[in-house]
């Protein structure tokens, strides 16, 4: 019992949980002493292809933050910003493509390959 609450104060103290979505991704996330949470700025900017599909479909990152999108499906995948900010080349299966967004906006994108695939990067 002793050693179980041990446990619960260390990770009270620490004020981290790892989340496992189910593509793999890790997801890790500080507890503020006033209970808010904080994610990480990593796993908050990657963006998952896969099945046709960005997973997730949008997404909010502060101004300055990098973007990476990795394609997990079994065939090429593009993006492509639709106001020609950012466009990748053909990204096979594990490929990765990465933006870094300095101006605030909403992107939307899509793959040219497959153009119904879109999604946005809303930057504040």
């Not at 890790?28 to 479909?57: L, M």
């Amino acid at each position: 019992m002793e050693r179980q609450l041990k446990r619960k104060s260390l990770a009270s103290i620490m004020g981290i949980v790892v989340l496992v979505g189910a593509g793999g991704f890790i997801a890790v996330r500080h507890a503020r002493a006033d209970g808010a949470k904080s994610a990480d700025p990593a796993a908050a900017s990657q963006v998952k292809i896969d099945n046709f599909t960005f997973t997730a479909q949008s997404i909010t990152v502060p101004v300055g933050t990098e973007v990476t999108w990795v394609n997990r499906d079994d065939i090429p995948h593009t993006v492509v910003s639709q106001d020609g900010a950012f466009k990748s080349k053909a990204l096979d299966t594990d490929d990765k493509f990465s933006f870094k967004f300095s101006q605030p906006g909403t992107y939307h994108y899509f793959c040219s390959i497959h153009p119904k695939m879109t999604a946005e990067v809303v930057v504040k």
